[in-house]
């Protein structure tokens, strides 16, 4: 998945492609594991087993995404370090969303 297009719209964080003076933030945050690029891979597929609460994106469901990545080949306990780290990244980013969408 590329960032590239929103590059522009992000405030500091634009590369010197679209004339800011930052690195790219997909380039600074690309997984350096080829569990974590294997992830990355099939993130599509993962961010699809979600639960949902009151408030919103509650978080992943874990069982779910434990057995899609065991079917992919990523080993289980790799998975199990690396997917709690995803998910708070995607509870911080539903948080800034209803920040900026004036919800709470």
């Known amino acids: 998945m590329s960032f ?8 500091g964080f634009s590369c010197a492609r679209f004339g800011g ?16 690029r294997a992830l990355a891979a099939i993130a599509a597929s993962l961010a699809h087993q979600r639960r949902i609460g009151p408030a ?3 978080g992943l469901d874990m069982p779910a995404c434990l057995a899609m990545t065991e ?11 690396l997917l709690p780290f995803w ?9 800034r969303n209803r920040e900026t969408e004036g919800k709470s």
């Open 4 to 11: 590239c297009a929103d590059c522009r719209a992000t405030p």
């Open 21 to 36: 003076e930052g690195a790219c933030p997909e380039d600074t945050h690309a997984p350096q594991s080829v569990e974590g």
């Open 71 to 81: 079917a992919q080949g990523i080993p289980t306990s790799v998975a199990a370090l």
């Open 56 to 58: 919103g994106y509650a």
């Open 87 to 95: 998910e708070l990244g995607l509870l911080q980013a539903a948080a």
